[in-house]
């Protein structure tokens, strides 16, 4: 039964208060809650305590153990008459056994916690909802050689030994918090320790907590924890609340991070990285995540979510915060490049498929389904129209004001752009429609031109489309950013400006064009839409070359490669690749340019995004025309891509000007394996065997595990023998041949699947082998069905360990309907057959069956 956003009622008693005792055991845990409970004035309702998975020991009120409690599926109902009682619980768990990694769990000997969304309720019985805000203190006791370290939120009290080996310590959290923040971490762990003083001179220690051998791998994740600290103070006007900042990382984590309190719980590859096992985008990666999580302090703790249908209030800005962070450590082009690129390969496809939903859902049966692209990426997207059309002045008067007037507090969607409203000064009723309407609009423009009168004419459309319940849409607020070029002259004909197009169909004049003008529009990637437009090839191109921003050039680029692609795999035959191959050249040998911009700007649509493009997807098409272009380019500019790979080499640094000319360089190097020239597979191996970071070696190896080379077997076994003990180095071992671009990557990957350091119960690891190939667009799509049959086998078998990491996995097969009709028969067929299976998880369940119908 589906929970509705419509169906909000606060919370009938609150918890002020509450003292936590664990006896930790990885077999099991006894926890013990002590609640200090408030009944809010009009209610009658009993008190009523969510759980799951746990074995009731006791139920104590007011200190008398009482026996007129009852449970009602998973939930504790505990008659109270009175305003204010003391309610204590005790429970066990079984962390060893907690295979879902939800809750108190065990990785690799380390136990810890993840409670957000539902977790909290698999440890003991609470209200377990964002809007119960509760001060924790913490007490755990645990066998001190196993365990020497105990942590848990806020600060540290007292600590001491007991008999038998065991020793505990006690934790307090100043700040109420939902029951999602909780954390504890029990384990033997080596501290990477430092301190950051704040703007108002308070000194915080910082901790990263992982293994010993891994302390070598921390510092990257510890500067960038204080380059966030800095940027948050400086650029939000926000400092950090408590004495003690911990980040803990562990091997086994459903996804990227989690912003606990004062103790933020690490995916271990979002913490560790050295140039010897990880490449430039992991350490990106590292930095981005580590400052996502704590900007968390301020959206998503201290001003927290009144229920999980506000879920984007806090992660559509906090994903909008570590943009702008990231933008400022490096080219804000090249990241506003990388975030666009990510929208489309995974945000997109959501908009147009069966699981669409609007930035705001309106119902869900398991809220873990909706930790998606669209609540992050493009929830993030719609922070910064707002930020766009406030200004940067006004729209930091309005982050201070909604930080001032919701702190300490659950606060929802409508709160914050109440915030906009109040301290813009502008009307955003309209613009609230992004909250609520689902679906990608696409945005039509046109400009025809009048020599004789010089005058200008913008003809601007938008259209969004039908998604799942939504049927009919209203016009949205669509700010875009938009200038005219002179096709002639190149000269600028207008001055940037912001167009709000509000309503289906709008039409701009402007006078005294005397040359005949070229749209540059959505600058910036001002509005998360498709833009339709009918520029020719040659002003693509001409946008390409002259543009004076960034993004627009590189999406005049995208477009004109986009547009020849998209003629290729309808007309299966040869298309003219002139311009394209003109913009690339061009881009090439144009010395003004940042060889990091350069890589992105020359690198083809993704499959998935061409595919995007078409009304029924033929992959093997989108597979030859894409093959077809690239190898035209490589061949045809090979002497340029040879001069981008043999040009002046960097040492290695993680910087901007280094880190961009690895990329060119693996890009050029992917170009010139495109050549098919026969030595593509010595190339790439003396760059695999010579490389001294793994931006080069990983590079090289994906470029060789494309290929069928001599040299691709014997890397692939160098690279594994290197990096057998390192977990998350094996991870590219498996993924990189999962994303192979081979016509046998299916067999490969189901041999894979049954190599002994293959495991599902890991989730880097599932995700790196089954989620990899999910997104190999022509792997998973093979024409015989053996890639749909695979995905579905491994999901079933999954879902039994780990529901919500299978889940997540699922979406590639509920795209059925963008496949002809032998695809999307094979495709159904396997979402039958997962919904059929007994004892499926409602997270399965609710992806499977939503995918059949929409
Ligand atoms: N709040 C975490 C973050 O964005 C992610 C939590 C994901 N939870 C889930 N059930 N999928 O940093
Ligand atoms: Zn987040």
Known sequence: QAIRREDYRPPAWTVPEVSLDFDLDPATTRVRARLEVSRREDTVEPLRLDGAGQRLVSVLVDGVAINDWRLDGDTLEVPLTGDTHVVETEVEIAPDANTQLMGLYASNGILCTQCEAEGFRRITYFPDRPDVLARYRVRMSADKARFPVLLANGDPIASGDLPDGRHWAEWHDPFPKPSYLFALVAGDLACNRSSFTTQSGREVELGIWVREADLPRTHHALHALKLSMAWDEHVYGREYDLDVFNIVAVDDFNFGAMENKGLNIFNSRYVLADPDTATDMDYDHVAGVVAHEYFHNWSGNRVTCRDWFQLSLKEGFTVFRDQGFSADQGSAAVKRIEDVRALRASQFPEDAGPLAHPIRPESYLEISNFYTATIYNKGAEIVRMMATILGPQRFRAATDLYFDRFDGTAATCEDFVQCMEDAGGVDLTQFRLWYSQAGTPRVSASVTHDAGSGRATLRLG??????????????????????????????????????????????????????????????????????????????????????????????????????????????????????????????????????????????????????????????????????????????????????????????????????????????????????NTGDAGKLAFTQFAAADNMTDRQGALQVLANGDSDERVAALDIFYNRYADNALVLDKWFQTQALATRADTVEIVAELSRHPDFSLANPNRARSLVGAFG???????????????????????????????AAKLLPPLGRWRRFDATRAVMMRAELERIVAVPGLSKDLFEQASKSLEG
């Open 775 to 805: 997104v190999n667009q022509r792997a998973l799509n093979r024409a015989d069905g053996a890639g749909y049959r695979f995905l579905a086998d491994q999901l079933i078998q999954l879902d039994k360990l780990n529901p919500q990491t």
């Open 462 to 675: 938008q259209q969004v489309p039908a998604t799942p319940g939504q049927s009919d849409k209203e016009p949205m607020v669509i700010p875009l950013k938009l200038r005219l070029f002179g096709a002639a002259t190149g000269r600028p004909l207008t001055d940037e400006q912001l167009v709000m197009l509000n309503q289906a169909s709008d039409t701009i004049v402007y006078e005294g064009v005397t040359e005949r003008p070229v749209l540059s529009i959505n600058r910036g990637f001002s509005a998360p839409v498709v833009i339709e437009s009918d520029r020719t090839p040659d002003e693509l191109a001409f946008l390409s070359g002259t543009d004076d921003d960034p993004f627009a050039r590189y999406e005049a680029t995208q477009q004109l490669m986009l547009d020849t692609l998209v003629a290729g795999a309808i007309e299966g035959g040869r298309t003219n690749h002139d311009a394209v191959i003109r913009a690339v050249s061009a881009t090439l040998s144009d010395p003004s340019l940042d060889p990091a911009f350069v890589a992105e700007a020359v690198l083809l649509p993704a499959e998935g995004f061409i595919a995007d493009q078409l009304a029924v997807v033929d992959p093997e098409a989108v597979f030859a025309a894409r093959q077809a272009l690239r190898s035209d380019l490589a061949r045809q500019l090979e002497e340029q891509w040879r001069a981008a790979y043999d040009g002046p080499r960097e040492p290695y640094a993680y910087t901007p000007r280094a880190k961009g000319s690895r990329r060119l360089r693996n890009v050029a190097l992917g170009y010139l394996a495109a050549t």
